[in-house]
């Protein structure tokens, strides 16, 4: 087992409280703790933060733990140190609100101290004060709770609130996208694509990224809300992290947003994939689009569009969606129409041609292009989201008799 | 009951479909065991190379040197498909409707591309093993496509040759175990010749 990062998390903690300590040394009672007397390693991490804050003499480093659901409820707790079903005390600043969801909760948002952040809900029958924005509160014995995954404070009847008169200025450290988890996130991140919105009440949607990776976002409509630009690079704080299907999203109704001069080099921007293609999927070819204004949805065969049903003035793409396989891992790819025609040789006039005045209509497209396409080697470059490969470029392999000498070379050597 | 809600949706999301293997016919004719993963029906079979890797699905470009129409209720195509080192059986029934209709179309001798799912069949109980290729897509190719599969064949069996003699990963020792007789070298000499085909 490996304890250096646990023991580097301690040794950072100390370090702010002014005192260096050797993480090897932290690590050292940890393995004591965990291999030779069988502690939880959350446990032992406790004990030795608490060991040390002892030796030291800073009071409530670690928690005091242990004591769980009721033990430590009017002492106060650091928000990144709660966890779900402790009575808790906690004084932060309320850094976003939101329209409460339905008439029982009187106010929602998220509060945060310079530890860290956690949603909270004030129910209407808690008769809690209503708090205001950039304003600090000490929060006396609420309950953390965890729903649908996420810690959330809440704010009941029995919660005691009240404002305190700390003025301090928070800065909230921005996190790698890749380490978001749901709940609460601040991400200095680039808008890499916007999507077309697919309700009403959406603002605006796309993909976030940085350098480690990339994630959806969602902003919905409200007063004072304001569209992102793709391209620009943001400081993201306090922003919703929430899960759906397996997948994260990033809501930024709450969140305070700062554009930022910088550039980000985004992660799987440019991944490469070289392989054959193993399957070109049903819906490739040639496609019809919805035409009203920002729907862009691929019709069913009858222009039938999900929301806006039958469409006779569609507008005709091409698209291929299939498999490219390097034998190790497959690629689930999507080409657009400007890569399809290079790589099929069939323009979108071509495909039109053909839709409108062979038998076989649509199919025939299909048909022409995977047999032109299927069981090929190619080389897509493009960018990776959520498993799928949007391809900007693709280019058959050409036979290299370099590699070939190098593969007789190496099938020849030595046994 | 939150935390097993997420790893459900988590599997969902992290589908990832079956790669498909590159192999030389004449490595793929020494399988004789294939094990199933997971108690479910629907879970995927897989056949064990020689070369300690496991496969479900297979990528192979050769000539279809054969064709045959077979059944008279349930028809069903079978064919040979030849590579450098060997002949690889396929088959496409009526439960690959397109496989089938697509095998049909072709007439031999042609370069193909097969994308398959391999099994291996005994006549009896006392017969030799038979692996043959159920076809899932076939497409006629150019000699370019066959040049570079054999490359990336022989490229991905010596991968193979060269790990199988470090590695202690569960699907290795479990190859050597069943092909307990077979010399690695074997192989490599194949892929050697497989290359030394290849006219410049």
Redesign the interface.
Known sequence: MDFSETAERISRKFQKSGHTIDPKKIEVKLRRLIEEFGVQPSEAERSVTNDLAKEFNIPQMGTTGGAGKSGSATEPKKIADVSPEEWVTIEGKVVALSSPGSPAIAQSGIIADESGSIRFVAWAKSNAPIMTIGSWYKIESAVVD?F??IASLKIHSGTTVKECETDGALVPSTIPVVNLHPGVGSVRAKVIQEWDTTHERMLQSGILGDETGTIKFVIWKEPGKEKLTVGSVYNIFYALVD?????LSLNLNTATIMQDDGDIQVSGGNAAVRG?L??IAPGSGIIKRCPVDGCNRALSRQNYCPVHEIQPRFIYDLRIKG?L??????H?ILLQRDVVESLTGITLDAAKEIAENNPLGMDEVFLQM??KM????VTCHGREI??RLLVNSCKR???E?S??AA??N???GA? | M??NA?EI??????F???????VFASELRECRYDFKEGMDEKSPTFVLLPTGERCN?I?I?GTLTEKQRQGDQNIFYRGRVVDPTGTFFIMAGSYQPEAMQQLAKIDAPAF????GKPSIYRKDETSAPMVSVRV??I???DK??R???V??T???T?DRIEKFKTSSEPDVTKAKEIYPAIDL?VF??M??DA??Q?K?
């Open positions: 965890d649908k995954g899960e759906f299907n397996g997948r054959a193993v399957h498999w396989d390097d034998g190790e891992k497959t689930n995977r047999d299927l069981g090929r080697y959520d498993n392999l050409t036979f008799s590699e070939h593969l007789l190496r099938a020849g046994p | 939150s935390s997420r949706g988590r599997r969902e999301g992290a990832e479909r079956e790669p498909a293997r590159r699905r990528f470009v193909v591309a097969v994308i899932e897509s497409n006629i190719v370019d496509t040049d570079l599969w490359l990336d022989a490229a991905r010596l070298g490599r000499r892929s050697y290359l030394a290849i410049i």
